[in-house]
């Protein structure tokens, strides 16, 4: 369950940007858009939010920083060597903030308990890291490091309750990785829920351009009616798919891998895998196959591939972050789309949903909760602010997408004339 995100100069972002998932308190709510955490004192968190914003005004910005806070833990230690950049950018349109380290904190809970993580860097280096538990709603600091020039070396803190081989984790860790992703190098359990909360609960996909069918091709094999019940509701006509499939040639490996396969492994990878994917419709004539990427629609083949992702998401209660869900989809199917993630009965796991869009149609209280939706705008220095619609003060009736459209909550952009 995701708490709240916080971004401090990155990319267009300079100043710390919250993107909070907790309920506010509002006159009017529907429960069914929130879910208890299960942590006393705790309030309920959204099932989702939504970003609105001009082009260019950062709310894309907003996910890539999640989705760079994502990968780095997953890959700093075992991506990078000695030395390597940080491909970390800062806010360029102020000279501090060029030469300031960039931040993120999140905070999420697993099995109950609160966690506190982040970490700040350079191109060349982490400056900072911390990670808080709360068990029963205390804090325990974990650990801690912060590097310290004078003495070009860091300076460590470890609570009574970490219980990982302190000494061994920190000397390896390197200037340029995580203590948290250098622990799981090390095989250190206390810190693995951790890890495996950002590995397999947070999803960030900031590009989808490149559709990926592996979630898809998976869930079909183990139950292709879910699949098949989830591409009716986008009425694509396609009454059936078809996986390609061709067996595994040892060949495609480079010699030097093959000579360390053991005959099991190779035994095992000797499965029928899947090439390609077939559409079957139903017509006058029979059955018609075509060829899913010669022949269908951009958003046939992108609902297919949001198919396997929404339902491996909803069965795992993750955290799933798109850009720009309304790409090459009809609004009313994204509201669908939406509405399984805000329905406790398609989503019994409190999944949760993050997307940023232009499609200012869903901008309706039957969808969306005030504080669930979100405005990226730059301010005269070209910095993004990131703010809640909860801030405004509702007017009686009020019509979301007239007043966003005509400026009522900033957010727009400014269109000049064209001249000749």
Sequence with gaps: MLIEFSVTNY????????????????????????????????????????????????????????????SFVINSFSKLSEGDSINVKPFLFDAVSAKTPSEFEIIFIIDGTRYQYGFAATSAMITEEWLISYPQGNPQLWFARMYNPEFSDYKWKFGRKFTGQKKVIQTATRKNSLFLSTAIQL???????????????????????????????????????????????????????????????PNMLKSESQSILEDVIIEKMNEMLPTGIKTIHNSGNGKITLDLEDDESQGTKKMLSLSGLWLDELDKGGVLVMDELDSSLHSLLVRHLVGIFHDPETNPNNAQLIINTHDTTLLDPDIYRRDQVWFTEKDSSGATKLYSLADFKPVKNEDLERGYLRGRYGAIPYIGDFEF
């Design 11 to 70: 990319r267009s972002i300079n100043q710390k940007q919250p993107l909070s998932m907790v309920a506010a308190k509002l006159s009017k709510t529907d429960d069914k858009n929130t879910f208890p955490t299960g942590i006393g004192g705790l309030p309920a968190l959204l099932r989702s939010a939504v970003i609105y914003g001009a082009n260019a005004s950062g709310k894309t910005n907003v996910i890539h920083a999640l989705n760079f806070m994502r």
């Design 187 to 249: 095989n250190d359990v206390q810190l693995k829920p951790v890890y495996n909360w950002f590995l397999n609960k947070l999803l960030v996909l900031s590009d989808l351009t490149k559709l990926v069918y592996g979630n898809t091709i998976n869930c079909y094999e183990s139950n292709p009616g879910r699949i098949m019940s989830f591409m009716k509701i986008s009425d694509t006509g396609i009454s059936d798919i078809k996986l390609e499939k061709k067996p595994f040639d």
